[in-house]
């Protein structure tokens, strides 16, 4: 391996979001998305995770309590990505944010994942997405991937989630 390059194994580990109140995130990110709290450090703090990792988000009030989101124009996270393991848990939790209210901001299909797009409470962007089979990735004549943004089948998508509970069918994305 060239010293230029980072091992190809590396991962991002977690993600650590400032909340004005951590009751709250924790009704979006345990109760809407089904994350598990891995433990919680009184109305401080939390850490979350999927299949029982130490923590894959953590919350803390720490600098943040009561504060405002960050504005428009300003600088810090653009979005965190929750990346889901197949094509029917993104339609899961996309039955999840249905159910719960939560709007979505876009949805799209970039060749390499399918994503949706939305707002914590605190105003973070959140991607869920679904990353497609690395060999069916659009690939330019130099070998570049070549990622594109189109719509999502919103629908179709719906049509593959588990059977979840009823109220939650593509006439509630009308």
């Known amino acids: 391996m060239g010293m230029d390059r ?4 590396t991962r991002i580990g977690h993600v650590h979001l400032k909340v004005a ?8 990110y345990r109760g809407v ?7 919680r450090v009184g109305n401080s703090a939390a850490f979350l995770s999927a299949g029982g990792y ?10 943040s309590r009561g504060g405002p989101a960050a504005q428009p124009g300003t600088t810090g996270l653009y979005h965190l990505a929750i990346l889901y393991p197949t094509r029917a848990d993104l339609a899961d939790a996309l ?3 249905l159910r719960a209210g939560v709007a979505l901001d876009g ?3 970039h060749g390499v994942s399918h994503a949706l797009y939305l707002r914590d409470p605190d105003g973070n962007g959140v991607e869920l997405a679904w990353d497609t089979p690395k060999e069916t990735w659009p690939r330019m004549a ?3 991937l070549g990622m594109v943004t189109r719509p999502l089948d919103l629908h179709a998508l719906l049509a593959e989630a588990p059977a979840t509970g ?3 069918g593509p006439r509630d994305l009308a």
Not at 6 to 9: K, T, V
Not at 21 to 28: C, E, K, P, Q, T
Request: net charge negative; proline share 2%; aromatic share 8%.
């Open 6 to 9: 980072i091992a190809p194994q």
């Open 21 to 28: 109140d951590l009751d709250r995130a924790l009704g979006f």
């Open 33 to 39: 998305l089904g994350f598990d709290v891995m433990q």
């Open 54 to 63: 130490h923590h894959h988000i953590g919350l803390n009030t720490w600098e």
């Open 95 to 97: 039955h999840r944010l």
């Open 107 to 109: 949805a799209s299909d």
């Open 142 to 144: 130099d070998g570049e």
């Open 166 to 168: 009823a109220g939650t």
